[in-house]
């Protein structure tokens, strides 16, 4: 028995049958009613940071059930129709609060967190929900166990909100689940909480809508390259990638996985103040990691806060990385505003040449991908072994909701044994020889150039339109480029990097939140979160997004059609090309009558003469 069959040899259970009970557990489980209008008061309250909502909290001047409620009631005032959760069990969560304030009248403490609601990506086990990645086969799937951090955050009074929707397996950067009748509604497509025809990121796009709309307070994503900050980016907050094995998830065990050798979950906040906060939570404390081997040299988990005077500061400016590969036009005036004010802060930005990145990846693993077609099949299968559900990881992949995903990932079961990617030996080299030596490349820079991280773009692109992003984008010029060549979050995560992404406080021309990162090696969370806290101060504070929703009072329903056109053929799409894979459109009426009729035109991507909606109908309250 090879090593793939070990793991992936589990015993098979009738598909129909588990389709079934997964539905009806899942009614069960979101049958509540629905909380009351939106007050004054409860508008007050949701629009709290997480640090405002926590003083309340544990002065008591606001208990845990009346901070849920009012989030509850925001929810029902509209913003359900962004999709930000894939299970909510009011009852649950509303228990959860009760004894949090019952702990509180017995005089005992519920410092810190006295009650802050989290919402979690549904890729991270929660005792009493399903793990469902947003996937069919998972609808169903109860784990034993918390991850560990969701202990922790629970030993430390805080209680779950719910499962935060994604990118269906976490595979995807837009969070966009095409409508499929089998699945009866239950996995959805996440909205921009700025902009409901957007993307929302991904793929912990539900954690992102869900800060960035203020339903929840803070929320747990996961992140294999960039799953947390483009997210962070799309909607406006700020999204962590620690240090791999500070947080502990208990690998194999407690999140389903992507990428384990770069899988990290992460934290996602509306202010710099709320993430450090949260992060004090969820970090595992007094300890020094390798991410079992990921990293070369061990690094202590200590994420220490200092007053960093920006002043003298050097920040790297990676060349591929944006700066001179080229920005979209609508983005180009909020990162120029970013980077003077950070000069007249006494920031020294030092360009250089990171082509090496790329030159030392493609050498580690012979000019070709990373072992996805390795990594995932073996990963889920030896998850769900360690849960004991009955099924396999075919059984995953078949029933897989978004058709072009569930194509890539049946062949990855056959390239897993006939491929460089699939080649276990080779796997193994470049996880002992390769990985280090692009790790390695990363640190020369750092410290060639002395600087205390890199900065730069998390997108090159607005967010855009869920018709217009995959699997081509196009920029403000008129060309074309693949959607994966339109973020800045892979390299950075293959050499094991540490990244936090922040909002500028600008918004793009087409109004969209534009995010930028920094990145540091391995052990300097706390530099990172220092640094970014000392930038929060000279910049702007993002408007919130308009409330209610442009969604509401309909609902987003996603057409999924592949599309025809390939750059083989040339660097522009015929005229009755399309190049994207999704048209949206909305049942019922919407609260802005733009959205109503959007998608009404026909398919968005054909050729370069789309149908796109202004931003300020698309945001209009």
């Given at each position: 028995?090879?090593?793939?069959?070990?793991?992936?040899?589990?015993?098979?259970?009738?598909?129909?049958?588990?389709?079934?009970?997964?539905?009806?557990?899942?009614?069960?489980?979101?049958?509540?009613?629905?909380?009351?209008?939106?007050?004054?008061?409860?508008?007050?309250?949701?629009?709290?940071?997480?640090?405002?909502?926590?003083?309340?909290?544990?002065?008591?001047?606001?208990?845990?059930?009346?901070?849920?409620?009012?989030?509850?009631?925001?929810?029902?005032?509209?913003?359900?129709?962004?999709?930000?959760?894939?299970?909510?069990?009011?009852?649950?969560?509303?228990?959860?609060?009760?004894?949090?304030?019952?702990?509180?009248?017995?005089?005992?403490?519920?410092?810190?967190?006295?009650?802050?609601?989290?919402?979690?990506?549904?890729?991270?086990?929660?005792?009493?929900?399903?793990?469902?990645?947003?996937?069919?086969?998972?609808?169903?799937?109860?784990?034993?166990?918390?991850?560990?951090?969701?202990?922790?955050?629970?030993?430390?009074?805080?209680?779950?909100?719910?499962?935060?929707?994604?990118?269906?397996?976490?595979?995807?950067?837009?969070?966009?689940?095409?409508?499929?009748?089998?699945?009866?509604?239950?996995?959805?497509?996440?909205?921009?909480?700025?902009?409901?025809?957007?993307?929302?990121?991904?793929?912990?796009?539900?954690?992102?809508?869900?800060?960035?709309?203020?339903?929840?307070?803070?929320?747990?994503?996961?992140?294999?390259?960039?799953?947390?900050?483009?997210?962070?980016?799309?909607?406006?907050?700020?999204?962590?990638?620690?240090?791999?094995?500070?947080?502990?998830?208990?690998?194999?065990?407690?999140?389903?996985?992507?990428?384990?050798?770069?899988?990290?979950?992460?934290?996602?906040?509306?202010?710099?103040?709320?993430?450090?906060?949260?992060?004090?939570?969820?970090?595992?404390?007094?300890?020094t990691t390798t991410a079992h081997g990921m990293i070369?040299?061990?690094?202590?988990?200590?994420?220490?806060?200092?007053?960093?005077?920006?002043?003298?500061?050097?920040?790297?400016l990676p060349s591929t990385f944006g700066w001179e590969t080229g920005l979209?036009?609508?983005?180009?005036?909020?990162?120029?505003?970013?980077?003077?004010?950070?000069?007249?802060?006494?920031?020294?930005?030092?360009?250089?040449?990171?082509?090496?990145?790329?030159?030392?990846?493609?050498?580690?693993?012979?000019?070709?991908?990373?072992?996805?077609?390795?990594?995932?099949?073996?990963?889920?299968?030896?998850?769900?072994?360690?849960?004991?559900?009955?099924?396999?990881?075919?059984?995953?992949?078949?029933?897989?909701?978004?058709?072009?995903?569930?194509?890539?990932?049946?062949?990855?079961?056959?390239?897993?044994?006939?491929?460089?990617?699939?080649?276990?030996?080779?796997?193994?080299?470049?996880?002992?020889?390769?990985?280090?030596?692009?790790?390695?490349?990363?640190?020369?820079?750092?410290?060639?150039?002395?600087?205390?991280?890199?900065?730069?773009?998390?997108?090159?692109?607005?967010?855009?339109?869920?018709?217009?992003?995959?699997?081509?984008?196009?920029?403000?010029?008129?060309?074309?480029?693949?959607?994966?060549?339109?973020?800045?979050?892979?390299?950075?995560?293959?050499?094991?990097?540490?990244?936090?992404?922040?909002?500028?406080?600008?918004?793009?021309?087409?109004?969209?939140?534009?995010?930028?990162?920094?990145?540091?090696?391995?052990?300097?969370?706390?530099?990172?979160?220092?640094?970014?806290?000392?930038?929060?101060?000279?910049?702007?504070?993002?408007?919130?997004?308009?409330?209610?929703?442009?969604?509401?009072?309909?609902?987003?329903?996603?057409?999924?059609?592949?599309?025809?056109?390939?750059?083989?053929?040339?660097?522009?799409?015929?005229?009755?090309?399309?190049?994207?894979?999704?048209?949206?459109?909305?049942?019922?009426?919407?609260?802005?009558?733009?959205?109503?009729?959007?998608?009404?035109?026909?398919?968005?991507?054909?050729?370069?003469?789309?149908?796109?909606?202004?931003?300020?109908?698309?945001?209009?309250?």
């Open positions: 028995m090879t090593r793939s069959s070990a793991w992936i040899l589990l015993v098979v259970v009738c598909w129909a049958a588990h389709i079934r009970t997964s539905l009806a557990d899942r009614e069960l489980l979101q049958a509540a009613a629905p909380a009351a209008s939106l007050t004054p008061a409860q508008t007050e309250l949701s629009e709290l940071t997480a640090t405002e909502a926590i003083a309340l909290l544990c002065s008591r001047n606001v208990t845990a059930v009346h901070y849920v409620e009012a989030l509850f009631a925001r929810l029902d005032a509209g913003w359900s129709c962004i999709n930000s959760f894939q299970t909510l069990n009011r009852s649950m969560v509303l228990a959860d609060a009760a004894a949090v304030d019952a702990k509180a009248a017995t005089g005992a403490s519920i410092k810190p967190l006295c009650g802050l609601p989290l919402a979690v990506k549904d890729s991270i086990d929660v005792l009493g929900y399903p793990t469902t990645a947003s996937t069919p086969a998972l609808l169903n799937a109860f784990p034993p166990n918390s991850a560990p951090l969701i202990n922790m955050y629970q030993a430390a009074n805080g209680i779950i909100m719910g499962k935060a929707a994604l990118d269906e397996l976490q595979d995807g950067g837009n969070s966009v689940n095409p409508t499929n009748q089998y699945t009866d509604g239950l996995i959805t497509t996440m909205l921009n909480a700025y902009n409901q025809t957007r993307i929302a990121g991904g793929s912990s796009g539900g954690s992102g809508n869900a800060v960035g709309g203020r339903i929840a307070p803070v929320a747990l994503c996961e992140d294999t390259g960039g799953s947390c900050r483009m997210p962070a980016s799309a909607n406006g907050i700020y999204g962590f990638r620690p240090s791999l094995g500070c947080y502990n998830f208990s690998t194999g065990m407690g999140l389903v996985p992507a990428e384990f050798t770069r899988d990290t979950i992460g934290t996602m906040a509306r202010t710099i103040d709320d993430l450090i906060l949260l992060d004090s939570v969820v970090r595992q404390p007094d300890m070369s040299e061990a690094v202590t988990c200590d994420a220490v806060i200092s007053n960093i005077s920006l002043n003298g500061t050097r920040i790297g979209s036009g609508e983005i180009q005036a909020a990162v120029n505003a970013t980077m003077e004010a950070l000069t007249a802060a006494g920031v020294v930005f030092v360009p250089f040449d990171s082509g090496s990145f790329t030159e030392v990846a493609n050498i580690a693993w012979d000019g070709g991908p990373e072992s996805d077609n390795y990594m995932e099949p073996e990963a889920i299968a030896r998850y769900l072994w360690l849960h004991n559900y009955n099924m396999t990881v075919t059984d995953v992949f078949e029933n897989i909701n978004r058709p072009d995903l569930r194509t890539s990932m049946m062949a990855s079961l056959t390239l897993n044994s006939t491929t460089l990617a699939g080649n276990f030996d080779a796997w193994v080299n470049f996880l002992q020889y390769g990985r280090p030596a692009i790790g390695a490349q990363w640190a020369l820079k750092y410290k060639a150039y002395n600087v205390s991280a890199f900065l730069y773009p998390v997108f090159a692109i607005s967010p855009r339109e869920i018709d217009g992003y995959n699997p081509y984008v196009q920029f403000e010029n008129g060309t074309f480029i693949a959607a994966q060549a339109a973020k800045f979050c892979s390299q950075d995560a293959q050499a094991t990097q540490t990244v936090l992404a922040f909002p500028s406080g600008h918004l793009s021309t087409d109004g969209l939140p534009v995010g930028m990162q920094f990145s540091g090696p391995p052990g300097a969370d706390g530099t990172l979160l220092s640094l970014a806290k000392a930038v929060a101060q000279v910049l702007p504070t993002l408007p919130p997004p308009a409330s209610p929703p442009s969604c509401t009072g309909c609902a987003a329903n996603v057409a999924y059609n592949a599309a025809t056109f390939t750059q083989v053929k040339g660097d522009m799409p015929l005229s009755n090309e399309t190049y994207t894979n999704f048209h949206l459109t909305f049942n019922g009426t919407c609260n802005s009558p733009a959205l109503t009729s959007y998608g009404q035109k026909g398919v968005y991507g054909i050729g370069s003469h789309g149908f796109s909606m202004p931003a300020s109908a698309a945001t209009a309250g």
